[in-house]
């Protein structure tokens, strides 16, 4: 099976209208390691030129994209890594209907 990444943009215009941008789908057929998603997100960055102007990167709960954030982080591209509600409420609405 085929691995992807996408990484979509969201924020706010001046008059508090949402803005939903789809930036790109990375193709990840190597390991999904913490450094090769990263990569992708960084390549990104860099293809839109918005370094500096990312605030906040959420995700699901995979150690896999907690490290690859916080490799962003220190590298002063995002401020804040998020955990996604839908995907820990989700987990737990799992959990709660095996038991």
């Given at each position: 099976?085929?691995?992807y990444i996408t990484i979509?943009?969201?924020s706010i215009s001046d008059d508090l209208c949402p803005i939903n941008v789809l930036l790109?789908?990375?193709?990840?057929?190597?390991?999904?390691?913490g450094d090769n998603i990263a990569d992708a997100l960084e390549n990104?960055?860099?293809k839109w030129k918005v370094s500096g102007k990312v605030f906040a990167v959420v995700t699901d709960?995979?150690?896999?994209?907690k490290k690859a954030?916080?490799?962003m982080i220190r590298k002063g591209i995002c401020?804040?890594?998020?955990?996604?509600?839908?995907?820990?409420?989700?987990?737990c609405i799992e959990d709660g209907l095996k038991s």
């Amino acid at each position: 099976m085929d691995a992807y990444i996408t990484i979509t943009a969201h924020s706010i215009s001046d008059d508090l209208c949402p803005i939903n941008v789809l930036l790109d789908t990375h193709h990840v057929p190597e390991r999904h390691t913490g450094d090769n998603i990263a990569d992708a997100l960084e390549n990104t960055v860099q293809k839109w030129k918005v370094s500096g102007k990312v605030f906040a990167v959420v995700t699901d709960n995979a150690s896999t994209m907690k490290k690859a954030v916080n490799r962003m982080i220190r590298k002063g591209i995002c401020s804040i890594h998020i955990n996604c509600f839908a995907h820990m409420l989700q987990l737990c609405i799992e959990d709660g209907l095996k038991s």
